[in-house]
């Protein structure tokens, strides 16, 4: 029964055209390594101080993906052990908070995510949340971060986000909380590709500790990683086990270290590059046509298109797009939305999916962009000629 899904499941993704903005496709190393012998091994605790016996290859293991990774982000200190990105956010928050502390965030409608304090999260109800939004144009209010800041004196500081199309000013943040004696969080988990390949300011340069996820432009297995300098270590890999988790996946481990191995080669740079091209070209096209855009365009993998002046809902337009296009896309929340979750006034989209595949090029992104066209315009059906050569 499974092998048969996994079938279906692989023709789905070779065939319709994914631009959901936080997937991409890994490699068969990082594959091979995720359904290695590795998944037999119980490994609670860390490299020569485990809880269970024979763990010597175990540890070369995650000792080298947390080399790999400290030379990845340039940092003084990583752990690998996270099994997600809510996870590795989870763990940050234990290593340096008390319960009831304040955290300052950015909302789930300007772009920020759940784990960063939405009511419905844990964190939410474990601390206490006062959140940032975007200024008139679509921009991180960073002016009202300060504010926020000098009126709650929150004990952490988060930035970074799923649906922010800009390049985040890290400095002035971090000076924001230095002011106030705040530790500053980044969750890299949507930018860490481009940060890995040198086309996003890397955040471990001002931030006091870092999350990201392992499986979105970083294009490894799902998974979490936690990056800090040496003085936060102890306290980092004490709140990760065995403060939330409890062994560690080693198979998805040595598939980071596939992973990590991978951003640091050329083509990765080369690829990240391509994916931000792409996505520039395809916002740019929309935006000709009088698509509007939350910020106002993108500096990174994705775009969120604004429907507020359209009769469509980010529900109907992602619907239309898949039946008639193939094309699959997120609605989501755009800031101060009015719609609910379910239906929403946006659309992300994004290009690290497609951009693997070597023959997107203007001209397709040109025929995806009529297709956007005609679900949220109404413009005349497109000819589609080479999205069906290029994604078949
Ligand atoms: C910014 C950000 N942080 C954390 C997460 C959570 O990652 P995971 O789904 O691996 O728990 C996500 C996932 O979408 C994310 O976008």
Known sequence: MIQSLIKREQKRQDTKINMIASENMVSKNVLKAMG????????????????????EIVDCVEEYACDLAKKLFLCEHANVQPHSGSQANQAAYMAILKPGDTILSMSLDAGGHLTHGASVSQAGQIYKIVQYGLDANGVIDYAGIEKLAKSTKPKLIVAGGSAYSLVIDFERISKIAKSVEAYFMVDM?????????????????????????????????????????????????????????????????????????????????TYIKNVIDNTAYLCKKL????????????????????????????????????????????????????RSAKETSGIRVGCAFITNNKKVDKNVLEEIADCFKTVILGTSAPKIKLLKKVFK
Do not use: W
Request: aromatic share 10%.
């Open 189 to 269: 988990a949507h930018f860490a590709g481009l940060v890995a390949a040198g086309f996003y300011p890397n955040p471990c340069k001002f931030a006091d500790i870092v999350t990201s996820t392992t499986h979105k432009t970083l294009r490894g297995p799902r998974g979490g990683i936690i990056l800090c300098r040496e003085e936060l270590a102890k306290a980092v890999d004490k709140a990760v086990f065995p403060g939330v988790q409890g062994g560690p996946l080693v198979h998805i481990i040595a598939a980071k270290a596939v992973c990590f191995e991978e951003a640091l080669q050329p083509t990765f740079k």
């Open 287 to 338: 935006q000709e046509s009088g698509i509007k855009m939350i910020c106002n365009g993108t500096q990174t993998h994705l775009f969120l298109i604004d429907l507020t002046d359209t009769d469509k809902t980010g529900a109907q337009v992602s619907q239309d797009l898949e039946d008639k296009f193939g094309i699959i896309v997120n609605k989501n929340k755009i800031f101060n939305d009015k």
């Open 36 to 55: 290695s012998c590795f998944t037999n091994k119980y490994a609670e605790g860390y490299p020569s101080a485990r809880y269970y016996a024979g763990n």
